[in-house]
């Protein structure tokens, strides 16, 4: 599997029963703790093996570090909130690689196995389908804030709890339902990830954006004029898929092109399932999951605001 | 003259930021910002929006000339109480929530109970400005429905700006989440954030 739809890891075939997932992705800190960031990083690099319907095995780091600038304290921290993450998922740390630069970065390559049978792709989405999203989006927006120094400790802790969640729980619970697409939702925002998902399909989706799960305070700050310019460059590239009313709240519009740091998963799945699903996901401890549209009878390729 | 501030050539959050600064440190009636891209313009507008100016756009392309005059003569930089958020209303006023987590009021007789609890759902109001949040949970969600005694009282309670919230898993159970007439459906993070944000948390039923 390769690089033509936009899939979140790439996928080698091993034998009839086992397939490799691949995938690598590190960034700058978005939280000033340093402990936080690694589990943060680590959580959004673990993600893609979770969305294509893997498990994680094996990780490695990636860390840029200006060694004359920082304590190797924080360096340490970083590294220990990574290693957090990864004994939850279940996977080892095997190596890694660091270089000397003048901003941190940090993140992993990872390796998961699946079954060749069982890969989940973000194609595949089936008329009638229901839309399940797995948690909140904002963090964008509340990480543009808390950088304008605007966002209050609570606020904070709550965000990076949700950023530094793995999808664990949500792909392990959606096995044994009958899952037609999935994808994590990250740096092109809920209605660009949906868009790959609809692309070349011939459907057209509803989404329902009142029950679309948001953090307040996203709301708060979006309404403030903190919507960072990857909402922008979101929404320009996208705008001609997506259909809206004219007096569609642009608040809620930048949400939910707000690109996002490990977010949830978005999974398609039979309509008929999708309630079972949604609360099996609640109960399992995934709080914010719900069913936020549906593909529709259209064959437009168009996502409808409503 | 108003006081020109030139964010052009600066990415989101940037200008709101420069913006920001300039508020409060300079009262200000009057201020044209320049940006020179629309999600800038987009965001300067709303933030100054958000600190009651009135903003006038004119320019195009990479030469947005955002003109912003104050509409209220309260001084409205509220970021600054914004970061310390929210325990303190800037009224002097506390946040109180009430957890409502039965249809009736003590235990003993129901329906003594019942009317109890409609009788303080009804007094309620006279905590004023301090009464922030009403979460119904358990059997208290029934209050919250077409058959409550008390549909139209929390119905005005939310037109007043209570918050009022209704436990999804409990409206599911009582095969309720059609029939729930006033106040948002919420889940247990939101009620764990809800608590944990309030002055005072009053349990009762």
Known sequence: MGTATADDAGVYRVSDDLALIQTVDFFTPIVDDPYDFGRIAAANSLSDVYAMGGIPKTAMNIVAFPLGKLEKKVLREILSGGIEKIREAGAVLLGGHSIEDDEIKYGLSVTGYVHPQKILTNQGLRPGDCLVLTKPLGTGIIATAVKGGLASEKTVRQVTEQMATLNKQAAELMHGFSVSACTDVTGFGLLGHLAEMIACTGLGVTLDCGRVPVLPEALHFANMGFVPAGAHKNRQHRQAMVTMAEDFSPILRDILFDPQTSGGLLIGCAEKEATVLRNRLRDGGVEYAEIIGYANEKTDEKIELQ | ?205
């Open chain 2, 1 to 205: 003259m108003a006081k020109l501030i030139d964010a052009r050539g600066l990415s989101c959050p940037a200008p709101v930021l420069l913006v920001k600064d300039t508020l409060e440190k300079e009262s200000l009636q009057e201020l044209t910002v320049l940006v020179d891209d629309e999600a800038c313009r987009e965001n300067v507008t709303r933030f100054l929006g958000s600190q009651n100016f009135e903003v006038l756009d004119t320019g195009q392309g990479n030469h947005i000339q955002l003109e912003a005059r104050r509409t209220s003569t309260a001084n409205a930089v509220e970021t600054k109480a914004t970061a310390q958020q929210t325990n303190e209303n800037p009224d002097g006023s506390q946040k109180i929530l009430i957890l409502v987590a039965s249809d009736r009021l003590g235990s003993g007789d129901d329906t003594l109970g019942e009317k109890l609890m409609i009788n303080y759902l009804k007094t309620v109001k006279e905590m004023g400005n301090d009464l922030w949040q009403l979460v119904f949970v358990n059997s208290g969600v029934k209050l919250t429905t077409e058959s409550s005694a008390v549909l139209q009282v929390l119905q005005e309670y939310e037109r007043a700006g209570v918050i009022i919230l209704a436990c999804g898993t409990c409206l599911e159970h009582f095969g309720l989440t059609s029939a729930k007439m006033v106040g948002e459906t919420t889940n247990m993070l939101d009620i764990v954030t809800a608590t944990q944000l309030a002055d005072k948390v009053i349990n009762i039923g």
